[in-house]
């Protein structure tokens, strides 16, 4: 039993390391942005699919859709709505160049994470006494506004007016492939699992992260739209995070000071 409640565990903490070594992970060099440039849209391509390998969030809320999926069939239809909802999103909200605060996106996403696991744990009937939503119709409307994260991240690109479509469609790309990687490797794990007699604690304690971690991504997030108007003034090290709250401070001192100059001399 110890053994069992250890591999949970290990996986937790494996997990939870990555999320908070990446909660904030937003902004781009220069030298990163003349890459692209000099990369053309195969270049999109590969930051499509590495965005998505290395987004915790979007890869979290795909790996609750599938975790008591066991058909093929399921799978594929599940899936293809979320795909659809995604890809509908990043591409009308960047070939429009509408823009929305990537961390009020981020925060509503991370708060589908922990729809999703409430949902899987059958949240709705046992603690609300309510029939749950239509998942199907709820991925696919959940998959928009994942689209409008997605797209914040492409507009931070320098994208060429005369290939729009393309970078857009090749970003799009890489974004598929990405998330059929990641869901090959889901796939393996849980059909792996699924044979333990430990999966029953498993799929308990693992939605139950979800929840916790869907929360806690919404409100860090809600954080960093709390410091900026501009979200790529801060991005959010360590030492960053540290002199922005001293920044902020100094500000708040100055403005108190110019207050009183100016009431003094009225």
Do not use: C
């Not at 440039?37 to 390998?53: C, E, F, K, P, S």
């Not at 399921?74 to 591409?91: E, P, R």
Request: zero cysteines; aromatic letters at 12%.
């Amino acid at each position: 039993m110890f053994l069992k409640i250890k591999k949970s565990q290990w996986l937790l903490a494996i997990v939870a390391m990555l999320l908070v070594s990446q909660a904030f992970g937003h902004g781009m060099s220069e030298a990163e942005k003349q890459s692209i440039v000099d990369g053309g849209n195969l270049r999109y391509l590969w930051i499509g699919a590495t965005h998505m390998l290395s987004g915790y969030d979007h890869l979290l809320f795909v790996f609750g859709i599938i975790f008591f999926l066991t058909k093929f069939r399921d799978i594929v239809k599940y899936i293809t709505a979320f795909t659809l909802g995604h890809s509908a999103t990043l591409i009308y909200a960047t070939f429009t160049g509408l823009q929305i605060n990537y961390f009020l996106i981020d925060a509503v996403i991370g708060l589908s994470v922990a729809y999703i696991a409430f949902a899987n744990l059958d949240g709705f009937k046992k603690y609300w006494d309510v029939k749950a939503p239509n998942l199907l119709y709820m991925i696919v409307a959940l998959g928009l506004i994942h689209g409008l994260g997605l797209s914040t991240r492409l507009q931070q690109l320098p994208l060429s007016e005369d290939q729009l479509l393309m970078n857009i469609i090749s970003f799009n790309v890489g974004i598929e492939l990405g998330q059929i990687l990641a869901l090959t490797v889901m796939l393996v794990i849980l059909a792996g699992w699924r044979k333990s007699a430990s999966f029953v604690q498993f799929s308990r304690v693992s939605n139950m992260f979800l929840i916790i971690a869907g929360f806690y991504l919404a409100m860090m997030q809600m954080h960093g739209y709390s410091h900026v108007t501009d979200p790529d003034e801060f991005g959010f090290s360590a030492d960053n995070h540290i002199h922005e709250h001293i920044r902020m401070e100094q500000e708040r001192a100055k403005q108190i000071q110019e207050q009183s100059t100016h009431d003094s001399l009225f």
